[in-house]
T-cell receptor, first 114, second 114 residues
Framework: KAGVTQTPRYLIKTRGQQVTLSCSPISGHRSVSWYQQTPGQGLQFLFEYFSETQRNKGNFPGRFSGRQFSNSRSEMNVSTLELGDSALYLC?????????????FGSGTQLSVL | AQSVTQLGSHVSVSEGALVLLRCNYSSSVPPYLFWYVQYPNQGLQLLLKYTSAATLVKGINGFEAEFKKSETSFHLTKPSAHMSDAAEYFCAVSRNSGNTPLVFGKGTRLSVIA
């Protein structure tokens, strides 16, 4: 069974640009969450999608957005990139996000903003 | 608001020695607590999870953690460290009964010395 797949693995952008990251969850998983990991702030929750609807949202500015497609694949978009957006962006999936389920993480997309 | 504090950003142990990684939580309701491990250039992998079924939780790779409500702690231990245990370890708490969103501690980097 394939794991959570994130593409691309590495990305370099410049300030002011926008970027789209992709996440393909494990087959059968309908809940997809996104986390940002930085050396200074650690791991912070961005948002969760379930059945194409945003179910939870973290405390990030509106420049960060996401969506989920009918096949459960998810994308997150960051507009008007800032240097502080440089981070490892992790995607995680689970069947429905219930307490008895295990959360599976992808290897992440390393975004560098120059 | 729920939060976790990991004491010690870096812990170094000798191979074969006891591993003890400390985590204290703050929660207004009975929490769901987790320990995750992250190897270099990889995503997070669940080590173990506390959901109030038992105070001593056994996880993968010989790790276990004990939930102590009186001390608001959920420390991670392993009797004998192995070189392959060298990684970053994160304690996390969930804000609700599901897996997301997770609130992570800052992480503890474990080094194992031969």
């Amino acid at each position: 069974k394939a794991g959570v797949t994130q593409t691309p693995r590495y990305l370099i952008k410049t300030r002011g640009q926008q970027v789209t990251l992709s996440c393909s969850p494990i087959s059968g998983h309908r809940s997809v969450s996104w986390y940002q990991q930085t050396p200074g702030q650690g791991l912070q929750f961005l948002f969760e999608y379930f059945s194409e609807t945003q179910r939870n949202k973290g405390n990030f500015p509106g420049r960060f957005s996401g969506r989920q497609f009918s096949n459960s694949r998810s994308e997150m978009n960051v507009s008007t990139l800032e240097l502080g957006d440089s981070a490892l962006y992790l995607c995680a999936s689970t069947v429905e996000g219930r307490e008895n389920e295990k959360l599976f993480f992808g290897s992440g997309t390393q975004l560098s903003v120059l | 608001a729920q939060s976790v504090t990991q004491l010690g950003s870096h812990v170094s142990v000798s191979e074969g020695a006891l591993v003890l990684l400390r985590c204290n939580y703050s929660s207004s309701v009975p929490p769901y607590l987790f320990w995750y491990v992250q190897y270099p250039n990889q995503g997070l992998q669940l080590l173990l999870k506390y959901t109030s079924a038992a105070t001593l939780v056994k996880g993968i790779n010989g790790f276990e953690a004990e939930f102590k409500k009186s001390e608001t702690s959920f420390h991670l231990t392993k009797p004998s460290a192995h070189m392959s245990d060298a990684a970053e370890y994160f304690c996390a708490v969930s804000r609700n009964s599901g897996n997301t969103p997770l609130v992570f501690g800052k992480g503890t980097r474990l080094s194992v010395i031969a």
